[in-house]
């Protein structure tokens, strides 16, 4: 199971970046989330999305990050308007074969990361 992330980056505050993540290998990924991980921070789980498209958001993101699926299924995305310093972070594209909440540990198949650094 391979699972690759894109899109991260750095720009200033106010401004928008979208990641996007693929699966591949895993024949049916029922939930797919996104991670963040801050210098010296646990993994926190900042949005994920179940085969079904019900959607979870951590509250400090809520109206500001969307998250999608493409139409494989395979694929998930996440728009980010409105950046905040505070969300500069690594963030992580997880997999999992299992109705799970949104929680790092509940999730098998990792991606390496992506960067996203908000300036001030």
């Known amino acids: 199971v391979q699972v690759v992330e894109s899109g991260g980056g750095l720009v200033q505050a106010g401004e928008s970046l979208r990641l996007s993540c693929t699966v591949s290998g895993l024949a049916f990924p029922r939930n797919m989330g996104w991670f963040r991980q801050a210098p010296g921070k646990e993994r926190e789980g900042v949005s994920c999305?179940?085969?079904?498209?019900?959607?979870y958001y951590a509250d400090s993101v809520k109206g500001r990050f969307a998250i999608s699926r493409g139409t494989s299924k395979n694929t998930v995305y996440l728009q980010m308007n409105s950046l905040k310093p505070e969300d500069t972070a690594m963030y992580y594209c997880a997999a999992s074969e299992n109705n799970t909440p949104c929680r790092a540990g509940e999730f098998v198949y990792w991606g390496q990361g992506t960067q996203v650094t908000v300036s001030s």
């Open positions: 999305i179940s085969w079904s498209i019900s959607t």
